[in-house]
């Protein structure tokens, strides 16, 4: 059993920045994928980031590439979204995932374990 526990949400103004952390439960951490998706208002869960188990691969969707950033610190059993350049079309409910399996984070059905999820308000 995995527990995802998310923090960092809030309101902030267009062009802000808020830095999400997700941490995780489990001795086994390290070989997790990790990653983060999103859901607005009357939309589908949608992927935003994710990373492997070492950390070394990231992947991002187009939305936010290049105003992202994930990150893990896996001596703390977190993994971290830095949200920079914020548009209001970034307000979602953002969640954390976890892959336990090996391959890549990248879509719903890839993930095992699901945080409850923290809102993120960007306005304009």
């Known amino acids: 059993q995995v527990q995802l526990v998310e923090s960092g949400g809030g309101l902030v103004q267009a062009g802000g920045s808020l830095r999400l952390s997700c941490a995780a439960s489990g001795r086994t951490f390290s070989t997790y994928a990790m990653g983060w998706f999103r859901q607005a208002p009357g939309k589908e869960r949608e992927f935003v980031a994710s990373?492997?188990?070492?950390?070394?691969?990231?992947y991002y969707a187009d939305s936010v590439k290049g105003r992202f950033t994930i990150s893990r610190d896996s001596a703390l059993n977190t993994v971290y979204l830095q949200m920079n350049s914020l548009k209001p079309e970034d307000t979602a409910v953002y969640y954390c995932?976890?892959?336990?399996?090996?391959?890549?984070?990248?879509?719903?059905?890839?993930?095992?374990?699901w945080g409850q999820g923290t809102q993120v308000t960007v306005s304009s």
């Open positions: 990373l492997s188990a070492s950390g070394g691969i990231t």
């Open positions: 995932a976890a892959r336990i399996y090996s391959g890549r984070l990248y879509s719903t059905q890839s993930v095992n374990y």
